[in-house]
């Protein structure tokens, strides 16, 4: 059993932490910027509740975290009552959050300077990967800190995987969700075709699922998609911005990604019918449903 902290419990975290009792036994402080759902949390799941980030992290020997965006972080971190100036010499702190390359390295070595070690390491499978311990973990840092902690990690995930040094693990989630806007987009368009065209939706997915159309939005989504359903899972809020993480980051190496800029704005239309909360899926929203001739 390890001393755990893990701040910012919004609807990844909250069943992250739960994961590292209930599967790992472990002894868990939490700490949310709303206080009632770290009491909340710690009901539920016989942990402790920290009322700051700098409570919450004492005496740990690994931290975790899983906030909005750069300045969450650097608040949680940095901040009057953040982590870092806290935890102890030789702790690892392991980031969650969807963020930038550039804070992850600006953090890698404001941590170094405190002997603690920090990894970035975003996840991939949304609310339900996260409620059944299911995500899939980028990690970059030093592969020593990596080896310390992937264990607990796989406390509420499937894998964790070893990419590379400080922001690398960013820099894989940005990987990660080109490839995912292209997929939906694809499979919105291909929908839309389908429904066009009079076809059995069902018999056409039964048909090409198993082949190179493959995917899993493919066998999770498309049902949802037709049916127009998209009040749950990863908003399209979230996912815009991660996509300007990804643009920016694109213009600072000067890389091309046409599609992806596209496709940031068709989610832009959905954001602007009012539909920013809704599963990132809602692409084909877009489309208006045909009925079959």
């Keep these: 059993m390890a001393k755990l902290a893990f701040i910012g419990l919004g609807i990844m975290g909250f069943p ?31 942990g402790k509740a920290a009322s700051t980030p700098a409570e919450a992290v004492q005496q740990c020997d690994i931290a975790f975290s899983c906030v909005g965006n750069d300045d969450d972080l650097r608040e949680i971190t940095l901040g009057p009552n953040g982590a870092f100036r806290h935890m102890k010499s030789g702790a690892v702190f392991v980031d969650h959050t969807t963020a930038s390359a550039r804070v992850a390295r600006e953090l890698s070595a404001e941590a170094a300077k405190r002997n603690v070690g920090f990894l970035d390491a975003p996840v991939s499978g949304g609310q339900v990967g996260a409620e059944a311990g299911r995500l899939a973990v980028m990690v970059g840092g030093a592969e020593a800190d990596f080896d310390r902690t992937k264990e607990t990690i796989g406390c509420f995930a499937a894998s964790a995987s070893y990419v590379g040094g400080p922001g690398s693990g960013q820099l894989a989630k940005m990987v990660n969700q080109i490839c995912v806007a292209g997929i939906i987009e694809g499979l919105s368009e291909a929908l839309h075709f389908a429904e066009a065209n009079a076809l059995d939706i069902s018999k056409v997915i039964t048909a090409i699922s198993k082949g190179a159309a493959q995917s899993w939005q493919m066998e999770n989504r498309w049902l949802t998609m037709v049916s127009r359903k998209f009040d749950f899972g990863f908003a399209v809020d979230w996912m815009r911005k991660d996509l300007e993480i990804c643009l920016e980051q694109a213009r600072t190496n000067n890389v091309s990604l046409p599609v992806t800029a596209l496709i940031d704005q068709f989610y832009a239309d959905v954001q602007r019918k009012g539909g920013g909360r809704l599963d990132c899926s809602a692409l084909i929203s877009r489309f208006a449903p045909r009925s079959k001739h």
Excluded: P
């Design 16 to 46: 992250m932490a739960g994961h590292l009792v209930t599967r790992g036994g472990h002894d868990v402080t939490v700490s949310n910027r709303t206080r009632e759902k770290a009491y909340s949390w710690a009901a539920r799941f016989g």
